[in-house]
């Protein structure tokens, strides 16, 4: 059964579906981990399930987001392109106030705490930014993982400023500018993302990572790390 928020998603895609070449749309919120939009095409018609975190957006961020997953929908153009409208209303703390506590309930994987056995990640943070190599993050929400994956040793959410650090780090047999690093090449993601989705790592990225003092003895220590389980690759994802 629809609820009153689907029924103006539904409409709020309907309004412009003709433009796009649909006469017939179906619409509902979806809970998604991430933000994400999925659909059924046949013909002029099509059914779409959407992010719930959209659900607080007000009937113009719906058109506007409808636009953007209209285009997508109908082959005009596969890449994700949103309105500066809607950026600002994504990037906006009551957005990431409405919606980080049901991310971070999604997540299955986080600890929800930055205090370690070994390490605590905001005494890292903080103590990065005492020494100028990132700017204030106070409204990030940093946590240990559950899993001690040596592979993927870092992730980031540029959408919810959620940043989780591998608990396989978390050890007194680590030394401590090994989480110390990761931790920072994950808060960078939030201060260079030039988008309010996506965490690149491109050439302006790479530069202030390695103003990281000691980057290249970080990176040794995880290429080792990892080589221990069933890859010699480690990653940091967003």
């Given amino acids: 059964m629809k609820t009153s928020n689907d029924k103006r998603l539904e409409k709020a895609l309907e309004s412009i579906g003709k ?32 992010s719930d975190y959209l659900e607080t957006a007000d009937d113009g961020i719906l058109v506007d987001f409808g636009h953007s997953l209209l285009t997508r929908a109908s082959r005009r ?12 209303w994504l990037r906006s703390p009551p957005f990431i106030e409405a919606n980080r506590p049901t991310y971070l309930d999604r997540s299955r994987n986080l600890s929800l705490s930055a205090e370690g056995g070994a390490y605590d990640l905001n005494e890292i943070r903080l103590a990065l930014k ?10 990030a929400f940093i946590s240990w993982t559950v899993k001690d994956n040596r592979h993927r040793v870092g992730y980031c ?8 650090v ?29 988008d309010c989705l996506t965490a690149g790592h491109g050439a302006a990225f ?27 690759t480690r990653r940091f994802e967003r």
């Fill in 166 to 194: 591998s608990s396989v780090l978390d050890s007194e047999s680590v030394p401590p500018f090994v989480p110390e690093y990761v931790l920072y090449h994950e808060l960078l993601h939030l201060e260079t993302s030039e």
């Fill in 206 to 232: 790479r530069a202030r990572e390695r103003l990281y003092p000691g980057w290249r003895e970080a990176e040794e220590w995880l290429k080792r790390l990892s080589s221990k389980g069933q890859s010699a």
């Fill in 77 to 88: 153009n596969r890449r994700e392109r949103y309105s500066e409208k809607l950026r600002s």
């Fill in 157 to 164: 959410s540029v959408l919810m400023k959620v940043i989780a």
């Fill in 19 to 50: 433009d796009y070449g649909f006469e017939g749309i179906q619409a509902r919120f979806y809970p998604f981990k991430e933000l994400k939009s999925t659909w059924l095409r046949s013909g002029y018609r099509a059914e779409f399930r959407v």
């Fill in 130 to 139: 005492d020494r100028g190599l990132i700017n204030d993050s106070s409204d």
